[in-house]
């Protein structure tokens, strides 16, 4: 057996003669346990609220989104479509018309945009997917919409009650005097469902069917605001997106989901990177605590060194003892940390031990990539810190 490592498992593992040393290895192994467990638990947990976020995204954004440069609205001609639908990476396409609207009911205002759909946009986005009432459009029925949850709630707007519709009124273009009693075109529906999602979604949009849209706004056939695409799985967006930019020219902008929520997308990574260099320094914290101990082992056995040097082991050799020490209680308790960790994040998926709301558990998600980040860490640090405190150790250390 490796000499070094052999002296260094009796050290770790024999209690020694001196209590003290024996209650500081514990609090060390402890805090090492505690600092593993909550920065997988940490990193877990930013995974799962990612994927959350990213799944509440999949329902508002689609995969790519083709707006005109100049102007709110353009004509979405056969050549764009062909340009389109000869992209062997795109799934399905939708026409789109959107526009700021006014939304009024029972003496209630609110300002909102009104979404134009095809019938087949739910293959476009998970929209019809997080329905909390009621249902989604159907293209058989006039005169109808969904709508977010805020806006339901900040109208009191009840869902298909068929009592008093829904006003939405869009201002009529044009320049010089308008007549206030007729400086809007309108249009009454019924509230046939309402969306959920991040407050600024659920706030956003009241959904129409297309031929709606193009009625309310006066808008030609084909007339659209942006034309929104599905891709195929595991099909590159990036690329995807600069190709169709490429084939249909400067005159339009052609965005990824990513680019469409960009703020979003660096707040989350940035969050998630901050809070690990955070916990980073707990775990360095705690790592101290490994310093301590091994340092303290040192003093204890100074006596056995000098027997140990006197039997042919070099000062290295007696330096390695102490780094295998520090690194076995590093890694002991890194491991009892992940296991723990791992436990509860999969308590927490199947039991929702904790919830955010009644009915909705924090969410948390096990990747092997978050068990690789704090194995690296702790490993690394454990060692440093090992070999911060075993450079003590020398030739005049063991003689004097």
């Known amino acids: 057996m490796n000499f070094p490592l052999y002296i260094a498992k009796r050290y770790l593992f024999t209690k020694t003669s001196n209590n003290a040393i024996n209650i500081i290895t514990i609090i060390a192994s402890i805090a090492v346990i505690i600092s593993s467990l909550v920065l997988f638990i940490i990193l877990s947990g930013f ?72 019938e087949n946009y739910t293959q476009i986005t998970s929209i019809d997917e997080v329905l909390s009432v009621g249902n989604w459009l159907d293209q058989e029925y006039t005169n109808t919409a969904v709508v977010g949850r805020t806006i339901a709630r900040k109208l009191s707007l009840g869902v298909r009650s068929f009592g008093e519709p829904l006003s939405i009124l869009v201002p009529k273009p044009g320049v010089g005097f308008i007549n206030p009693l007729n400086a809007f075109y309108k249009s009454d529906v019924q509230i046939i469902g309402l969306y959920a999602g991040t407050e600024e979604f659920e706030s956003k949009f009241v959904f129409v069917t297309l031929q709606q849209a193009e009625d309310l706004l006066k808008f030609q056939e084909n007339q659209v605001t942006a034309l929104e695409l599905k891709l195929l799985e595991g099909s590159d967006s ?20 990513e680019q469409l929520n960009e703020v979003f997308y660096k707040v989350i990574n940035t969050e998630n990177f901050v809070s690990y260099l955070i916990f980073t320094l707990i775990v360095i914290i705690a790592l101290f605590n490994v310093s301590g101990t091994i340092i303290m082992m040192i003093i204890d056995k100074k006596e056995n060194l000098k027997t140990l040097h006197s039997l042919g082991a070099t000062v290295t050799e007696i330096k390695n003892v102490f780094i295998l ?76």
Do not use: C, W
């Open 238 to 257: 990036d690329k995807v997106a600069n190709e169709l930019q490429i084939a249909l020219g400067e005159a339009y902008k052609v965005q990824t989901k």
């Open 47 to 118: 995974s799962g609220l990612r994927t959350f976020s990213y799944n509440l995204l999949d329902a508002s954004d689609p995969d790519i989104k083709i707006s005109a440069v100049k102007g709110k609205s353009f004509v979405a001609t056969d050549d764009i479509f062909k340009i389109i639908n000869e992209n062997s990476a795109v799934e399905a396409s939708s026409k789109i018309i959107e526009e700021h609207v006014f939304l009024e009911y029972n003496d209630k205002n609110e300002i909102a945009y009104i979404k134009g759909v095809e």
């Open 325 to 400: 020490q520090g690194f076995l209680l590093t890694f002991s308790g890194m491991i009892v940390g992940l296991i723990l960790g791992v436990l509860l994040v999969f308590l927490q998926n199947k039991f929702g031990l904790l919830m955010i709301m009644e009915d909705l558990p924090y969410p948390v998600e096990f990747r092997f990539t978050n068990l690789l980040i704090v194995f690296s860490t702790i490993t690394i640090l454990g060692f440093i810190a090992a070999q911060i405190a075993s450079s003590k150790i020398s030739q005049e250390f063991i003689e004097r």
